[in-house]
């Protein structure tokens, strides 16, 4: 009983004591979060503003401009994006959200499946092809066909136009991430691993599957994000190989580069022919388009972080 | 080497369509015309497609794919040499003549005689902007073909204050008004513009060969021994006292002092006196614009040349087996009234409804889901117009009859098809660009005073190369001049 009493106020004294070691003095503690606090509100702040922006009435950007207290208040961007309907009658916005989705989602596994299967390949220095992949992977990296001739292989030759794998194929596959995904299977997966799956006897599929997979959780969320990211952004593709009549098949975020370069076109064309409906809430409807675009996205990434860990490897293997 | 890759490209073009013409056989022949649009196509076109397709099938034994593309789109559908019989095509896109060098369109000049209909509604002066050589390759669309610009003033204020409404005031002659409303209002500006200045305010002050690096001919030179002599807008007497009366206005506080940093101003919010390129007519539409009565008065023009006619046009594909269809189509929807209504508003009732005096209105869903640009699918002119939607501003039924008979009289280019080639001088205009670029929102609105900064950037353009740059569209516009005169005693 005193023994143990005595150990723990051993143990408090040293823990106290290295916590004492570890401390800030609090004017340097205070320096530091002070100036942390400054860059999160610097990264949090246009963020803020351009919501504001979105809520005010045009009426009041006219009179007193960009303002974090708008003299007005209004969703009328929000209400016009919302009453954009399609020949059914069906929100524009909803509808194109849920094809967004289903692109975002189906690119990124698809991508996510192709990226490392072919990274862990040429990761592997038993593999006798490794040299030819590693230079037929490279070269479009530095190179490709160009617009046109690219154009002309999707829609003409593979006849992908109107169809979503033209959105999908062409951003599912980079060299750039294959060789990330490459680069962290040799260096962060130790070769006892995969030869610990071999003596146990199991096949490649499974050794990449069930052993290789688990400990590459890292790698999988930064590719999955930037794929992620690459899709919901996307919508050059949606503009080269939709039919600007297919609306059914529009993704959100060309649906509101649409919305925008009408803006546009209002703006900069003289001769307004034909009887527009007066008064676009135009700038306020910029922001209302930012706004929807960047807060989907925004809360995927709480799901991609709680992968971001490192030391998964560690404990794997005895060296 | 140019030529090469022109005959290189026809012929990839031979190739690549080769394989893709529609199949023939019974039934009407199906056709694919390209239909510009500033972002995607009205969401009810194929309920109007197939409305209008049901129509020209009985009539003519011919259905059609409209396909509607932005400016990048058909950049990228022509270069790779897609299928189509029919085309609009214009100077700003599908560009006109780049499309005609490259052989992609049909040369009409002897089809037209079997299209009378088609070619009698065409103005006569206008089709010389559409010959290239000696092929005749499109069809203009008969709309507001001329340069003319307009005062659009306040009907409220100016009637009120006894100015008595005028069919023309010079640009000069506005100065009372522009007086009258700054003694009213001392802390406003009767006129209210973005950096770009004026609406059109030097659409006509020169026949432009190219209005990015302001080059063209002398108007008053017409008729002297100068009228094909190349200059700078700099060096035009009209283009720079023009300039000065702005920098005076200006000086008055008759203009918004903001005016080089604005972005842009919408009508609605723009002054008392705005301006506006258009016809006596577009007051309806400049009244919803600035959502207020308003009325015109024209201060320029009308003046015919090479780039206003072809802002809008219709092209066949010299590649379809079908041109007989298509110009039979091209027909119907330049003369017939119902076709071209229905391509321009939808279906009657549900897209827009047509009132006791002719003219039609276009409902809620009509604005939203079936607005196209309707000035290039055909005619602006033909079919039933729009309604005003102010009682003060009616619409003028007349417009275009009376439009046309200004435009038949028009003081035309006395170089009407020409277009100059820059690219053998492509360096210096870019300096020349970069140096308009620089000065141009405080000269056009009238912050800078055009006494200094003209002869400055005068200086600047000549060390950046600005007489190379005149003497080669000089030499290109003898040429063309001496080809013409050439040619003229055969006909």
């Known amino acids: ?319 | 080497m140019k030529k090469l890759l022109c005959a290189i490209t026809a012929l990839l073009l031979l190739f690549l369509v080769s394989g893709c013409a529609p199949a023939g056989g019974k039934g009407p022949v199906h056709l694919v015309w390209w239909l510009m649009t500033p972002s995607e196509a009205p969401v009810d076109w194929q309920e109007v497609e197939d409305a209008l397709n049901a129509y020209s099938a009985e009539k003519i034994g011919v259905t059609c794919d409209f396909r509607y593309y932005d400016s990048n789109q058909i950049a990228l559908v022509s270069q790779t040499g897609e299928y189509f019989d029919i085309a609009f095509t214009s100077d700003y896109w599908n560009d006109f003549g780049t499309s005609v060098s490259v052989g992609m369109f049909r040369d009409l000049k002897n089809d037209l005689d079997d299209y009378p209909a088609l070619k009698a509604s065409v103005l006569e002066n206008t089709w010389d902007s559409v010959k290239v050589g000696d092929g005749l390759y499109a069809i203009p669309h008969m709309k507001d073909i001329a340069y003319e610009v307009f005062w659009i003033l306040d009907t409220e204020y100016f009637d009120g204050k006894d100015f008595p409404r005028k069919a023309e005031i010079s640009f000069e002659e506005i100065e009372p008004y522009l007086e009258a409303y700054k003694q009213d209002y001392p802390e406003d500006y009767p006129i209210k513009v973005s950096y770009s200045g004026l609406t059109s305010w030097q659409n006509d002050l020169a026949d432009w060969l190219n209005m990015t690096y302001l080059i063209g001919l002398d108007w008053e030179a017409q008729g002297t021994e100068e009228q094909y002599t190349v200059k700078s807008a700099l060096e035009i007497p009209a283009w720079q006292n023009r300039l000065k009366k702005i920098h005076e206005w200006y000086q008055k506080g008759y203009i918004n002092p903001d005016a080089a940093v604005t972005e842009s101003m919408p009508r609605s919010q723009a002054g008392v006196v705005q301006s506006g390129q258009g016809w006596y007519g577009a007051e309806t539409i400049w009244a919803s614009a600035r959502q207020k009565p308003v009325y015109c008065a024209r201060f320029d023009g009308p003046d015919l040349s090479t780039s206003s006619v072809r802002g809008a046009l219709t092209a066949v594909s010299s590649f379809t087996p079908y041109w007989r269809e298509a110009l039979a189509l091209i027909q119907l929807m330049n003369t017939d009234p119902w076709y071209r209504e229905t391509a321009r508003y939808g279906i009657e009732g549900k897209h827009y409804i047509r009132n006791a005096d002719g003219t039609v209105t276009k409902t809620e869903r009509g604005n939203t889901n079936m607005a196209v640009e309707a000035y290039t699918q055909g005619h602006y002119t033909l079919g039933a117009l729009e309604a005003s939607s102010f009682p003060q501003v009616p619409t003028d039924k007349e417009q275009w009859t009376k439009a046309m008979k200004r435009y038949a009289s028009a003081r035309t280019s006395v170089v009407m098809g020409f277009v100059p080639d820059i690219s053998p001088v492509e360096t210096e205009c870019l300096a020349i660009r970069q140096i308009v670029e620089e000065y141009r929102r405080e000269l056009y609105t009238g912050t800078s005073d055009p006494d200094v900064v003209i002869p400055k950037m005068l200086s600047r353009m000549k060390e950046a190369g600005l007489d190379r740059v005149v003497a080669e569209i000089q030499r290109q516009l003898d040429d063309f001049v001496h080809r013409k005169e050439a040619t003229v005693p055969d006909q």
């Open chain 1, 1 to 319: 009983m005193k023994k143990e009493k005595k150990e723990n106020a051993v143990f408090q004294e040293v823990s106290s004591g290295m916590e004492k070691f570890n401390a800030l003095r609090p004017g340097t503690n205070a320096a530091f979060s002070g100036l942390f606090i400054l860059l999160a509100i610097l990264c949090v702040l246009p963020v803020v503003f351009v919501i504001i922006i979105s809520f005010s009435s045009q009426a009041s950007i006219n009179k007193v401009g960009y303002t974090f207290t708008p003299a007005e208040w209004s969703a009328e961007a929000y209400r016009y994006v919302w009453h954009l309907r399609d020949y059914h009658g069906f929100p524009t916005v909803l509808r194109s959200f849920l094809n967004s989705l289903i692109i975002t989602v189906a690119g990124t596994v698809l991508g996510l499946v192709l990226i490392t299967t072919m990274g862990y390949v040429i990761s592997r220095k038993t593999f006798r092809l490794r040299k030819a992949y590693a230079v037929f992977i490279f070269i479009p990296m530095i190179f490709n066909g160009g617009l046109l001739a690219t154009y002309v292989v999707n829609a003409q030759l593979l006849h992908l136009k109107n169809t979503f794998f033209a959105i999908i194929l062409p951003l599912a596959c980079s060299s750039f991430y294959i060789m990330v995904a490459a680069t962290f299977f040799r260096m962060a997966i130790p070769d006892a691993i995969v030869e610990s799956g071999k003596i146990d006897g199991a096949g490649q599929l499974r050794i990449f599957t069930q052993l290789v997979l688990p400990v590459s959780l890292p790698l999988m969320a930064t590719v999955a994000l930037f794929l992620t990211f690459g899709y919901w952004n996307d919508w050059y593709q949606a503009s080269l190989y939709l039919e600007s009549s297919r609306h059914d098949l529009f993704p959100l975020q060309y649906v509101l580069v649409n919305i925008e370069k009408n803006i546009q076109f209002l703006a900069n064309s003289d001769m307004m022919t034909g009887g527009q409906s007066g008064e676009l809430p135009t700038e306020t409807m910029r922001m209302a388009i930012v706004v929807l675009t960047v807060v989907p996205i925004m809360f995927s990434y709480p799901f991609f972080q709680k992968y971001f860990v490192t030391g998964l490897t560690v404990g794997s293997v005895k060296e």
